[in-house]
């Protein structure tokens, strides 16, 4: 029996517990929550779990030798040490974060040791290049060029769900979501190069109707640009990877970001309360502290912004339970503690591919790929599975040698994206694909 070493209980690792041990292979779950990894296993006899941190190289080493594969779902700065771990050990490596230049230097020494680190294997990174490079090998292998292309996704509360002004609850790492609010991006789009700072970030928004949701918002997500690359794509006059909201978030985070909320800098704010906190920051007097805070946003005493942070408490006398840290604790730990999904409630997943592609002769058509998935209180968030599963069929994958490729690697070819999609598919989280639309069906 193959034996998986999974790396971290976060908040999508069950999913991938529960098929593991569906599928006959044995695993270890190494966390500092063991008792959470203990509710993933529920007993069974192929699941074992210990407490361990990642200060603790040596026995990673040492369960690292004891396993068939490894899995992180640490935080993205550990991935590298543990991918050093399976190079000394010659085992592959699963994660399901971004690739950074530390993990693809390892490029060369796991063709050597001839295993795959792969690595964007979740949901955005992971469903979202699968099922846009399976598009991407049809127009091409039609001797067709992609002009433009748009790939949107988003993880959101269901709407019934979505009752507070920013009209988001949070269904997977908190912190990471706040914390990529602070991102710049910079996408290309009909041919010119736009960059967004972070503090714009946003501002640089648009509208998108998507079916069974209604109107939502997209904002840029990170640098596309870079993707022109990666999806093997030189000829796009438009590459565009965005986010979607519920409107209300990003006008709010806007507002939040240009008050100096997100901020690293650690001051003393003992005994001080939210309004003397936020007035602070903004640099204003705390008396008339909403109207003062609106007339520096140059936005109305009655706008969303406002309304969420009154929501958030952020005009309160309610007194702040810290010393020294960030404003991006505290406003991270305020809007944690009033927007998690309770155990009731559903969260839905929604992807967007959207292609202009041309041919010989000059045709065009508009492609379009979508994805609607919701979660299950009673089971699993539709973050957890749609991050988690396409991770674990890659782990079976490599385990049952199907997919046989060494070096590092994204989800980008057909050795993995096939057989993925294709599983997939078959547990119901699939893309519906529409082909031959006109150009007026084109984002614009």
């Known amino acids: 029996m193959k034996k998986v070493l999974i790396l971290g209980a ?33 007993g069974h006899p192929n699941g074992s779990s210990l407490r361990w941190s990642t200060e603790e190289t040596g026995t990673l080493d040492k369960l690292v030798n004891e396993h068939d594969i490894a899995v992180s779902f640490l935080p993205y700065r550990y991935h590298v040490l543990v991918a050093k771990a399976c190079l000394r050990h010659r085992k592959p490596l699963v994660t399901t974060s971004y690739v950074q230049p530390e993990m693809k230097a390892l490029d060369e020494d796991a063709k050597k040791a001839g295993v795959i680190l792969l690595n964007e294997s979740g949901l955005d990174p992971g469903i979202d290049h699968m099922t846009a490079m399976k598009i991407i090998d049809h127009i091409h292998n039609k001797e067709g060029k992609i002009r433009e292309f748009y790939s949107l996704c988003g993880a959101l509360p269901a709407p019934e769900a979505s009752d507070n002004p920013l009209n988001y609850k949070f269904s997977w790492s908190p912190k990471g979501v706040v914390l990529a609010s602070r991102n710049g991006a910079q996408y290309l ?10 503090v714009n970030l946003f501002r640089d928004r648009f509208s998108f109707f998507f079916p069974g949701l209604g109107e939502l918002e997209v904002y840029p ?3 596309s640009i870079s993707y022109i690359d990666i999806y093997g794509i030189p000829e796009a006059e438009t590459m565009y990877r965005g986010t979607f909201r519920y409107k209300g978030w990003c006008e709010t985070l806007d507002a939040i970001k240009h008050l100096n909320l997100l901020d690293d800098d650690v001051e003393d704010y003992s005994g001080m309360d939210y309004a003397g906190f936020l007035a602070k920051r903004a640099g204003t007097e705390k008396t008339g502290l909403k109207e003062n805070i609106a007339a520096l946003l140059g936005i109305k005493n009655n706008s969303v912004a406002i309304k969420s942070m009154e929501w958030l408490g952020l005009f309160s006398d309610e007194k702040l339970s ?25 969260d839905t997943v929604m992807m967007q591919h959207v292609f202009l592609a041309e041919y010989p002769g000059g045709k065009k058509e508009v492609i379009k790929s979508s994805m609607l998935d919701f979660g299950s209180p009673a089971t699993n968030t539709a973050v957890a599975r749609t991050v988690a599963l396409p991770a674990s069929i890659a782990v079976k994958l490599i385990l049952e040698k199907k997919i046989n490729l060494t070096g590092v690697y994204r989800p980008v070819v057909p050795e993995i994206y096939n057989p993925v999609i294709a599983e997939l598919g078959r547990m119901g989280i699939e893309m519906k694909e529409e082909y031959g639309l006109p150009e007026r069906e084109m984002i614009s």
């Open 221 to 223: 997500n990170r640098d």
């Open 10 to 42: 976060g908040l999508v690792v069950k999913p991938m517990v529960e098929y593991l041990l569906e599928n006959n292979f044995s695993l270890t779950i190494a966390t500092t929550t063991k008792e959470k990894a203990d509710k993933m296993i529920k």
């Open 189 to 198: 789009k009909k041919g010119k190069n736009i960059k967004i700072e972070p």
């Open 322 to 346: 810290y010393g020294k840290t960030s404003p991006f604790e505290i406003v991270s730990d305020r809007m944690i503690s009033r927007m998690s999904l309770t155990g009731n409630e559903r």
